[in-house]
């Protein structure tokens, strides 16, 4: 299995950007994808995951300005990441995985990852 996330790069404060994982290797219609991102020096934060059957959640630190969103025709999952602030500067990580009860917020939830795509705000 193959995470491909792509659509990172430097931008300014306000901006918007849409990241895109392309999967490979697994048909994510049958799983939960989620989005993460890990800051400099900080470790590696929940943002956003959405399951098979419809159901999305939102990390707080992020809520009321992304969004996540699945084409599983095209095998791909994509954040909508608005009024971009400089402390979003991070690596952005898509995973996907079928994780069980509460641990859809941890990294342990998943058991595939992207490379990492990276975001930098400038102010």
């Known amino acids: 299995v193959q995470l491909q996330a792509s659509g990172g790069g430097l931008v300014q404060a306000g901006d918007s950007l849409r990241l895109s994982c392309a999967a490979s290797?697994?048909?994510?219609?049958?799983?939960?994808m989620a989005w993460f991102r890990q800051a400099p020096g900080k470790e590696r934060e929940f943002v956003a995951a959405?399951?098979?059957?419809?159901?999305?959640e939102y990390g707080d630190s992020v809520k009321g300005r992304l969004s996540i969103s699945r084409d599983n025709a095209k095998n791909t999952v994509y954040l909508q990441v608005n009024s971009l602030k400089p402390e979003d500067t991070a690596v952005y990580y898509c995973?996907?995985?079928?994780?069980?009860?509460?641990?859809?917020?941890?990294?342990?939830?998943?058991?595939?990852w992207g490379q990492g795509t990276l975001v930098t705000v400038s102010s």
């Open positions: 290797g697994r048909t994510i219609s049958t799983y939960t």
């Open positions: 995973a996907t995985g079928r994780p069980l009860n509460s641990r859809w917020r941890g990294v342990s939830g998943y058991d595939y």
């Open positions: 959405s399951w098979s059957g419809g159901s999305i």
